[in-house]
């Protein structure tokens, strides 16, 4: 049952958000044999129309749609994001996900922050286990992609994706990208 799909944020910069770019890799993902694609708006900006849209033509050829948001927990517009968001991804037939990162800015601010401090791990699993919640509503699961934080935290001062999933409610899953590990 294992089913090949694609990001489509590998297409970011030759094909920026829109309607008419993520139906050329919806298209593409069918002529290629994929089952789904996991469709990358990274602030969200595609309309709920935009989306019933996509959604339909999805659907007519074939292919399957995850949804992704590109912010981290802390990330200053990760709600209103993801709010937007979370109505986008209700629209598709897929695996009804929502997907976004772990951690964002607060680590794009210091190129030697590897983990999260313990204010910031407690505030990371408030919100997630918020939005999942939500997400949950809806009918959705949200997964939360690791990203800059390291895999394990000390325990003490530092504390990275292992102690995130430690703490935070049974809706809130893990979407692994081994690439972010390296």
Do not use: M
Request: hydrophobic share 40%; aromatic share 10%.
């Amino acid at each position: 049952d294992l089913k090949i799909g694609f990001t489509t944020t590998n297409f970011l910069n030759l094909l920026p958000v829109s309607v008419e770019n993520k139906k050329k890799l919806i298209d593409y993902a069918a002529e290629q044999g994929y089952a789904w694609i996991e469709l990358r708006d990274p602030n969200a900006d595609l309309s709920l129309a935009n989306c019933k849209e996509l959604a339909a033509y999805a659907k007519d050829k074939g292919i399957k749609v995850g949804y992704a948001i590109q912010k981290g927990l802390l990330d200053k517009d990760f709600r209103e994001t993801f709010s937007r968001g979370l109505a986008n991804a209700a629209i598709f037939e897929g695996p009804k996900t929502i997907r976004c990162l772990g951690s964002g800015s607060e680590f794009a601010r210091d190129s030697k922050k590897k983990t999260w401090t313990l204010e910031e791990l407690y505030q990371i699993v408030k919100i997630a286990n918020k939005a999942a919640n939500r997400a949950k509503e809806l009918g959705l699961q949200l997964v939360v992609e690791n990203a800059f934080e390291a895999l394990k935290g000390d325990g003490i001062s530092g504390f990275g994706t292992t102690e995130f999933f430690a703490n935070v409610n049974h809706n809130v899953g893990l979407q692994l990208d081994t690439a972010n590990l390296f």
